[in-house]
């Protein structure tokens, strides 16, 4: 699938964005979808996935209990809603996806990229 991220912008500290990704493609139902992010000088960092068959989500620690993400297969899209953001949550938001893969955090390893959408949270 080819993916394509958007939603991201400036918020103040303690709001909220939704990022969204839409796929191409008729098998977007059969993906391991899920979100990294890349803040500057850092290493790039899961955040959040959800399993093509089971429906399970997995977080990463820093962001678990604020962040919430979603797919509806209809429509070919995955979200991630953030809530109570911080300033160490700026970063570029990349999604991703793995054709029947394991969404399960490290073992989640993607095939498909999307261009990534720069999220900026202000103190």
């Known amino acids: 699938v080819q993916l394509q991220a958007s939603g991201g912008g400036l918020v103040q500290a303690g709001g909220s964005l939704r990022l969204s990704c839409a796929a191409s493609?008729?098998?977007?139902?059969?993906?391991?979808i899920g979100w990294f992010r890349q803040a500057p000088g850092k290493e790039r960092e899961f955040v959040a996935s959800?399993?093509?068959?089971?429906?399970?989500?997995y977080y990463g620690d820093s962001v678990k209990g604020r962040f919430t993400i979603s797919r509806d297969n209809a429509k070919n899209t995955m979200y991630l809603q953030m809530n109570i953001l911080k300033p160490e949550d700026t970063a570029v938001y990349y999604c991703?996806?793995?054709?029947?893969?394991?969404?399960?955090?490290?073992?989640?390893?993607?095939?498909?990229w999307g261009q990534g959408t720069l999220v900026t949270v202000s103190s």
């Open positions: 959800i399993s093509w068959s089971s429906g399970s989500k």
């Open positions: 991703a996806a793995k054709y029947r893969g394991i969404a399960i955090m490290d073992q989640f390893i993607p095939d498909s």
């Open positions: 493609g008729r098998t977007f139902s059969s993906h391991a």
